[in-house]
Each structure stands twice: as C-alpha cells, then as structure tokens.
C-alpha cells in the first residue's frame, strides 16, 4: 500500500509556465517532506524539503507548499526551464527513530521550449 | 565536491553469479543506505546503516542478499546468487543524523548508481 503517492506520472509544461506537481500521503505522523529531482542516469538529487510545522517553503523558483488537514503538498516551478525535465520524487518521513524514507513513484516532467 | 562514489558503474552478470556493488560515502556521513529502483516499484529501500550498525533490512531479500558497512568509508551490497529479477538500478546514499541537526537526517545524497543486469 503506497502511503505516499504521486497520481500523475507526467507531466508536459510550456517553458516559461508554471509546472505544479502533486504528492498525496496518508500517513498523518509523517512530520518532513522532501522533494528529488532526478535525471536520466543520474542519482535523485535533493530538491526542496518542507517540515509539517510550515505551509510553505520557497528556494529560488521552486516552493513546495503542505496542506496537512489534506495530506497533500505540491511543488510549483515557476518559471519552468527546459532544464527542469526530469522525474520528479515526494518523500515523507515520520518523528522519533523512524528515520525512514517513503517515497512516492516519482512525476516525469517535461518542459517544452 | 563532496559526493557519494559508487562502483561500479554498470555490471552484467550471468545468473548464478555472486555480484558486490561498493559504495563510498561523503565524508563524515554517518548514515548510508542502498535503494533499488525499478520501473515497477519505484525507489526501494534495501538496508539502512547509521553509524555503521544495521538500522534497518526489512526491505532486503535476506536468502540471496547482504549489506554490510566494512567501515566508515565503505558500504557493500553483495547478491549471492544473482537472478535476472535483480536486474535493476541499485543506488546508494549517506547522510547526517545528529542529535543537533535532527530533521537534516532527512537530506540524503545520492550516487550515480550501479546499473545491474542479470542474464
């Protein structure tokens, strides 16, 4: 059962718009949220993350915003490049000694000129 | 540049072969970790090491695999026998867990990955 979940596995965005994309969670002890991006033959580079105490966080042209009563967050990338194209992961991970991970199934996101 | 150095690269591999995917982690990273990605499952974690002690293997087939952390400066995923069902990208990653930065133990580095496959 994917306790988090990314809907949409892609995406196609005009570059110069913005690019939002969506992770949903269904475990609410999960308390920090993370954001990698990742391309082709790469490893999954850290992004954005977001701890449950904020609604939003911003960095550059990317924020992630956490709606908690919703178990939703969002990334929005504005404006999207075509340098933003890749795959896109939500993670999430809960307070105390779990120090694990969960992720999502990743958005495949392309930016087109 | 600090980064996590994975080796190797690429690996093929008959079936029934032993194979040993190595991992160095950034430097004073006392955590590390080996994730599988596969189309089907996405991002796998296998093990967990924090300090070089065995956190977490849940996620790992225990008959054919086995990670261990020789010291603090190498990592193993071993496969002993391999079978084409392994064929997959293994990626390892290391971060920092401390009790004063409690919420950067999220942050995690990736390497490049070893890309398997078993025939």
């Known amino acids: 059962d994917q306790q988090v979940k990314q809907n949409s596995p892609s995406l196609s965005v005009q570059e110069g718009r913005i690019s939002i994309l969506n992770c949903d969670y269904t475990?609410?002890?999960?308390?920090?949220f993370l954001w990698y991006k990742k391309y082709p033959a790469e490893g999954p580079t850290f992004l954005i993350s977001?701890?449950?105490i904020k609604d939003k966080n911003e960095d550059g042209r990317f924020t992630v915003f956490l709606n908690k009563s919703a178990k939703h967050l969002s990334l929005h990338i504005v404006p999207s490049q075509p340098g933003d194209s890749a795959v896109y992961f939500c993670a999430a991970s809960g307070a105390g000694n779990n120090r694990k991970l969960i992720w999502g199934l990743g958005t495949s996101l392309a930016v087109n000129p | 540049d600090a980064r996590v150095t994975q080796t190797p690269r690429h690996k093929v591999t008959e079936m029934g072969q032993e194979v040993t995917m190595r991992c160095q982690p950034i430097?004073?990273?006392?955590?590390v970790f080996w994730y599988r990605q596969t189309m089907m499952q996405g991002l796998e974690l296998l093990a967990y090491?924090?300090?070089?002690?065995?956190?977490?293997d849940s996620g790992m087939p225990k008959d054919r695999f086995s990670a261990e952390m020789p010291d603090a400066t190498l990592a193993t995923l071993k496969i002993q026998p391999s079978e084409p069902r392994d064929s997959a990208v293994y990626f390892c990653?290391?971060?920092?867990?401390?009790?004063?930065?409690?919420?950067?133990?999220?942050?995690?580095?990736f390497g490049e990955g070893s890309w398997l496959t078993v025939v």
């Open positions: 990653a290391s971060g920092l867990d401390t009790l004063e930065s409690p919420q950067s133990r999220n942050t995690i580095y």
């Open positions: 430097l004073g990273h006392n955590t």
């Open positions: 475990n609410s002890m999960f308390d920090y």
């Open positions: 090491f924090r300090n070089r002690a065995p956190l977490d």
């Open positions: 977001i701890s449950s």
